[in-house]
């Protein structure tokens, strides 16, 4: 009955101690020190091991340290294993503080005073009130939720859009591809918070970006991937885009000389938005290893077939 941890190792190192300190009956290991294999019941990986089902013959729960899944490969996680999200508070804590920075720097200018300062040019703009500042949310699971709540106190009127419908106080919610485009022509700032899929891949390009109020902005803090770096840059050139905080490159880290790099309408951080809290992680995987041991449903249990 042993978890086996396999992701940044500073962090593994207090996952341990937590896990010593609230669950000292259920033996813990970091990677690559794994023991017996034949113990190991549950993993928590980022990258898990290549060949999970021959090594660990008796594992029974594959947790994923972050939120996302897209970098799992699914398939190697064999179909019996459920394949557990991490939907700890810590990261949607960590998050909600993230895009409220985001968009309240993009609601206040901040890029353009950045680039004053740099200058230096002391040049007022004119404030807009924040209830003529539509923020439209794509992705309305527990990280968008949170968010959205938060976000809620300072008077932007908000709208989300999901793959299924949701209904959220003081939330326009839209659901599903027909109704992406009503969304859109709404959002003066535009936040991507979706799992990376075969459907939302690519789903930030030049079509999504003509459907948006001119001028409007985008923070991205899904993956990389979700963005068509051309489009992107085309619709910040032409004005379509007035500016962009994001958080996810593809690759990662991104090349050296990458235009996101110097852009003085891009705002960039290191896949830095959010992060795994260990303490409050632990007691989210210790949970649902009760829970699947009472053999009930387990919360941030991926489905295979829509991939998140
Ligand atoms: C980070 O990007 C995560 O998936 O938690």
Redesign the pocket.
Known sequence: MTVLYKANMVRGAEWATFFAERAPHLPFRLWPDIGDPADIRYLVAWVPPDDIATTFPNLELVFSV???VDQFDATKVPAHIPLVR?LEPG?AETMVEYVTMAVLALHRDLLHFIDQQKQQLWREIRIKPAKRRRVGIMGLGQLGQAVLERLKAFGFPLLGWNRSPRDIEGVTCYAGPDTLPDFLAQSDILVCLLPLTDETRGILNADLFARLPHGASLVNVGRGPHLVEADFLAALDSGALSGAVLDVADPEPLTEGHPFWSHPRILLTP?NA?M?TPDTAVDYVLDVIDRHRRGEELPGRVDRSRGY
């Open positions: 972050g939120a996302g991490m990261i896949h959010s795994t």
